[in-house]
């Protein structure tokens, strides 16, 4: 369920058209709905409400300091993948105690700020990492809390570049090494071992791919404890799918409902670190059409948003749907909805049935709210759009849009070149 409906034939983001914060703001925009970015988080609250949880909102989803401050407000911690994602949620007043770090390549740098931070705990991906956090915690007089992201492997069944809990994917340890390598971070003095840590893969429409990982997460706690390891945290890492074409995911609270009994003893307390299912739609791209042409038969409607804005079509084929910000009566065309960037790959959409759109006409780019600004680039020398939030009939700039002095920030020329 998400906040962007028709009411007539205008699209509405909450209680305001779209196309009026357009007039305002200009094109391409992200647009977000404040209330729906609440419902998606209060629905992970509330279905795990009465079991001890933490709900880690993935940070490389959206990292918008106004999009973060809102769910720091509704009590949420974060799960983030380098240094600058923990700036930005602290920065945002996301507890570090509520904070997990994950990520294959920790730099020494990045573990010191974390430690001083005083971050919940590492997810450690290899005994390498786990050396240099141990030596980095001993000089830095503390203890690391750690857990290991063990790799289940399973078959998330979603897109290969999206799956990450195979055996041949580069995150996390292997389940058979897992309890060598608990047993070598006992022996080390800077270490204290309170987790467990695994994610699958994102985009996840069924329920049984995170019940399985639990049961195999909890079959290694109960290994660990014949080796008198004990473990608090279970961190069952994100992935959980949204809506974007016409699949069914399940709802938070009935993963919840498959999973606390499994887990049945209340000592663990259970992690889960969404992103895409909070944020992704809570959140659409508004382009404007620039251009029709025909070339071989083929309809292109060229937008005035690009790869660089959002990549996800581009990357990885995915479906988004694309509607009119105005309903209009033409005819449908078949067309291929594309951007202004010198690439092949620069599309929105391939062979999509359209109500032939005008140039001028704005089209929303539906479910872009995750992994859509927080992957957008200056490719082709484009400039990174605004941001609005939208509350009720009230809406917000929550970045402004960049400018070409931004371009060149932090350039330098070499004094032979001058
Ligand atoms: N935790 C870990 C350790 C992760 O690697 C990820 C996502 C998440 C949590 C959050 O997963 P979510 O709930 O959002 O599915 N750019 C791709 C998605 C990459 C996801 C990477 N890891 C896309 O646009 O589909």
């Not at 993948?81 to 930005?88: H, K, N, T």
């Not at 840590?197 to 429409?205: A, E, F, K, L, P």
């Not at 019940?211 to 997460?217: Q, T």
Request: charged share 25%; aromatic share 8%.
């Amino acid at each position: 369920m998400h906040n962007f409906q028709y009411k007539k034939s205008e699209l509405y983001a909450e209680d305001v058209p779209v196309r009026k914060i357009v007039e305002k703001y200009g094109t391409p925009l992200y647009i977000y709905s404040y209330t729906t970015l609440v419902r998606h988080y209060k629905a992970f609250e509330n279905a795990f409400n009465g079991s001890p949880h933490i709900i880690c909102f993935a940070l490389k989803a959206n990292s918008n300091a106004a999009i973060l401050k809102t769910l720091a407000k509704e009590g949420c911690g974060a799960d983030v993948v380098s240094g600058g994602e923990l700036f930005l949620a602290m920065k945002a007043g996301i507890p570090a105690n509520k904070t997990v770090y994950a990520g294959v390549g920790k730099t020494g740098e990045e573990i010191r700020y974390a430690l001083k931070s005083g971050i919940l705990m590492f997810n450690i991906e290899s005994a390498d990492e786990l050396r240099t956090i141990n030596k980095i915690a001993g000089e830095s007089g503390v203890r690391a809390p750690i857990a290991f992201r063990v790799n289940p492997n399973i078959n998330a069944s979603t897109h290969p570049y999206i799956s990450t809990g195979l055996k041949k994917h580069k995150f996390g340890i292997p389940m058979e090494h897992a309890i060598e390598n608990y047993r070598l971070a006992r022996k080390m003095p800077n270490i204290n071992i309170i987790g467990i840590h695994c994610h699958i893969g994102s985009q996840i429409t069924k329920i049984s791919p995170f019940v399985e990982a639990v049961k195999k997460v909890l079959l290694l706690a109960d290994k660990l404890k014949t080796h008198g390891i004990k473990i608090k945290y279970l961190d069952i890492g994100g992935g959980l799918g949204i809506t974007y074409g016409n699949e069914v995911s399940p709802h938070p609270a009935d993963i919840a409902k498959k999973i606390i009994p499994v887990i049945k003893d209340d000592h663990f307390t259970l992690i889960l670190e969404p992103g895409r299912s909070i944020v992704g739609n809570a959140g659409i791209l508004v382009t404007k059409v620039l251009y029709l042409k025909k070339s071989h038969k083929k309809e292109f409607v060229i937008v005035d948003a690009g790869m660089n804005d959002l990549i996800r079509p581009s990357l990885y084929e995915a479906y988004h749907h694309i509607l009119p910000a105005r309903k209009n009566r033409r005819a449908e065309i078949l067309a291929d909805v594309v951007g202004p960037i010198c690439e092949s790959g620069d599309f929105f959409a391939r062979e999509r049935k359209l109500n032939a759109p005008a140039r001028g006409d704005l089209l929303a780019v539906m479910s872009a709210g995750a992994y859509g600004f927080s992957m957008s680039s200056n490719y082709n020398g484009r400039l990174r759009s605004a941001e609005i939030l939208v509350k009720g009939c009230e809406y917000f700039v929550i970045r402004e849009r960049e400018t070409w002095k931004d371009l060149v920030r932090g350039e330098k020329i070499p004094g032979f070149l001058r």
